[in-house]
């Protein structure tokens, strides 16, 4: 187990596993703040009848998302981890099997499919936070519906926010514009959403 962990360590101070993870993260994070946008205005323009629902709709697609996020990330990094295994390989002319180098590579992948997951699982849930404090028929809430969309949508304008701020603070702009851009892509997808006809 320490020696999983001084493993993981290692890889997590690797500049390149990091910038591939984040990148993961952001992407599929930003993908899955939209899909929620989406998913709770349309729920609302069509008359679901209480949060329970919504919460329901809104962890399909976390699961679709996240399930898609890891298992298309780990597909693509196996492939590129062991292009770059055999590349060594062929520059050395032997094997490296069961190598640190290779035990590297296949930790990389899993960090890097992990990251992958996460970021639709946090722009998916955050979001459908309020959706769990509205009444249904049977019981009084703190917020209706109409409202709990309305926060939903601002939980995910601030999800997209950090992510682009956090982008923005390590590439040096100005995190705050950085933070705006990605977060005005909230309102976008809520605007077309209420512009759709039906």
Do not use: H
């Amino acid at each position: 187990m320490a020696s999983r962990l001084d493993s993981l360590r290692r890889l997590l101070r690797d500049e390149e596993v990091r910038s591939i993870s984040r990148r993961y993260l952001v992407s599929n994070g930003f993908d899955g703040a939209l899909t929620c946008v989406g998913v709770v205005v349309g729920a609302f323009l069509t008359g679901v009848p209480n949060g329970l629902v919504v919460v329901q709709i809104g962890l399909g697609a976390a699961v679709g998302l996240a399930t898609s996020g890891v298992w298309s990330v780990w597909e693509i990094e196996r492939a590129e981890k062991l292009a770059d295994l055999q590349s060594v390989e062929d520059a050395m002319l032997t094997e490296l099997d069961d190598t640190q180098l290779a035990r590297d590579l296949s930790g990389a992948r899993v960090v890097n499919a992990t990251a992958s997951g996460l970021g639709p699982l946090v722009g998916i849930l955050v979001p459908l936070v309020p959706f769990l404090v509205t009444g249904d028929p049977f019981t009084v809430g703190l917020l209706s519906v109409r409202e709990a969309t309305v926060a939903s949508v601002g939980f995910a304008v601030a999800v997209l926010f950090a992510f682009g701020a956090y982008m923005g603070s390590i590439s040096k702009q100005r995190w705050y514009v950085a933070g705006f851009r990605m977060g005005l892509a909230g309102l976008v997808v809520a605007g077309i959403n209420l512009l759709l006809p039906g």
